[in-house]
């Protein structure tokens, strides 16, 4: 190399007898990796550097949005829990009831980067629908939500009754929730209604949750066994409305309410987890951003201090 330095000075081409080894980059295969001068393995790391900084700048950004629709949920998930809570007061939560026809509404968002809270309420509904097999069962799916479509078409396509998607687009109110809830009650046949969905707690933790909501064929049989529901009775009826009939619209009321309530808090969910996702990522991104300058100006140096190397080198040679 010092007498190449030396036959560049003088004007001269200088030809080795033997092929020079090319420096290969660090960050990529050893078989794919370019031939070439030492500057290409820099080269490779600005290029790797500047995409870290690109991405970590979208992750930032879409953290900062995140944050922005979580506080606008929030409060409405938060009011909402007001709805369905005189209900339970009143005909109870009994996941526990056995019946014959259950209807599984899995409540899921639209899109991903947000954790694992569609996979968690999934994995629930899969969960409670083995529990429920039986010879004279039937388990019925209703999906709100295009991630846990996706997740439950490969081994439950046959069970799935409706699939509804693209819910979170727009924010919704109660009269849209009632509407859907109305839909799924037509279109369906239930003895009880099973909704999941995740509870929102923080920004960093979520509650999975399973809600019942029974038929009045099947709140009469347990008001009449006795239990918590045997409470009804007790009730005067106003009106010429008939027992069936309030129950009936107890029913539908009640559904749409803790619908409306799982819309809320899923949602809610979703945006806090994925403002921690993000959060996770834009660190992770700057770790791997303290590498590669690391990497970078090693790389850099060690370039440096061998072209120094070879200019003294030719400049003893000529001296000598």
Same mark, same amino acid.
């Given at each position: 190399?010092?007498?190449?330095?030396?036959?560049?000075?003088?004007?001269?081409?200088?030809?080795?007898?033997?092929?020079?080894?090319?420096?290969?980059?660090?960050?990529?295969?050893?078989?794919?990796?370019?031939?070439?001068?030492?500057?290409?393995?820099?080269?490779?790391?600005?290029?790797?550097?500047?995409?870290?900084?690109?991405?970590?700048?979208?992750?930032?950004?879409?953290?900062?949005?995140?944050?922005?629709?979580?506080?606008?949920?929030?409060?409405?998930?938060?009011?909402?829990?007001?709805?369905?809570?005189?209900?339970?007061?009143?005909?109870?939560?009994?996941?526990?009831?056995?019946?014959?026809?259950?209807?599984?509404?899995?409540?899921?968002?639209?899109?991903?980067?947000?954790?694992?809270?569609?996979?968690?309420?999934?994995?629930?509904?899969?969960?409670?629908?083995?529990?429920?097999?039986?010879?004279?069962? *039937? %388990? &019925?799916?209703? $999906? !709100?939500?295009?991630? /846990?479509?996706? =997740?439950?078409?490969?081994?439950?396509?046959?069970?799935?009754?409706?699939?509804?998607?693209?819910?979170?687009?727009?924010?919704?109110?109660?009269?849209?929730?009632?509407?859907?809830?109305?839909?799924?009650?037509?279109?369906?046949?239930?003895?009880?209604?099973?909704?999941?969905?995740?509870?929102?707690?923080?920004?960093?933790?979520?509650?999975?949750?399973?809600?019942?909501?029974?038929?009045?064929?099947?709140?009469?049989?347990?008001?009449?066994?006795?239990?918590?529901?045997?409470?009804?009775?007790?009730?005067?009826?106003?009106?010429? *409305? %008939? &027992?069936?009939? $309030? !129950?009936?619209?107890? /029913?539908?009321? =009640?559904?749409?309410?803790?619908?409306?309530?799982?819309?809320?808090?899923?949602?809610?969910?979703?945006?806090?987890?994925?403002?921690?996702?993000?959060?996770?990522?834009?660190?992770?991104?700057?770790?791997?951003?303290?590498?590669?300058?690391?990497?970078?100006?090693?790389?850099?140096?060690?370039?440096?201090?061998?072209?120094?190397?070879?200019?003294?080198?030719?400049?003893?040679?000529?001296?000598?």
């Amino acid at each position: 190399m010092a007498m190449a330095a030396a036959f560049r000075r003088e004007g001269r081409r200088f030809v080795s007898p033997q092929p020079i080894t090319a420096v290969r980059s660090s960050l990529i295969p050893e078989d794919h990796a370019p031939l070439g001068v030492r500057s290409i393995s820099t080269q490779v790391v600005r290029n790797r550097m500047k995409s870290v900084k690109n991405i970590q700048k979208i992750t930032k950004a879409m953290k900062m949005v995140a944050a922005s629709k979580l506080r606008l949920i929030q409060t409405r998930a938060e009011n909402s829990r007001g709805l369905w809570q005189p209900f339970t007061a009143l005909l109870g939560d009994a996941p526990s009831v056995d019946v014959k026809k259950n209807v599984i509404v899995t409540v899921s968002s639209d899109k991903g980067l947000c954790g694992g809270i569609n996979s968690t309420a999934v994995k629930i509904s899969r969960a409670f629908n083995k529990l429920t097999l039986g010879p004279e069962k *039937e %388990t &019925k799916y209703v $999906i !709100l939500g295009e991630k /846990a479509k996706a =997740q439950l078409i490969r081994d439950s396509k046959k069970k799935i009754a409706i699939c509804m998607t693209e819910l979170q687009r727009n924010p919704l109110n109660y009269t849209q929730v009632s509407v859907l809830a109305d839909d799924i009650l037509k279109n369906v046949e239930y003895d009880a209604l099973r909704i999941v969905f995740n509870k929102f707690e923080s920004v960093v933790s979520f509650l999975p949750t399973m809600a019942t909501v029974l038929s009045p064929e099947v709140v009469e049989r347990e008001a009449e066994s006795g239990g918590r529901l045997g409470d009804l009775d007790s009730y005067e009826i106003e009106g010429g *409305e %008939t &027992k069936g009939e $309030i !129950l009936q619209n107890l /029913a539908e009321f =009640q559904f749409s309410c803790v619908l409306f309530n799982a819309v809320m808090e899923s949602a809610c969910s979703e945006q806090g987890a994925r403002m921690s996702a993000m959060d996770s990522s834009s660190r992770n991104a700057g770790d791997m951003l303290d590498r590669l300058t690391l990497t970078y100006n090693r790389t850099r140096q060690a370039s440096i201090t061998t072209e120094l190397t070879e200019i003294i080198s030719g400049a003893a040679a000529l001296e000598g």
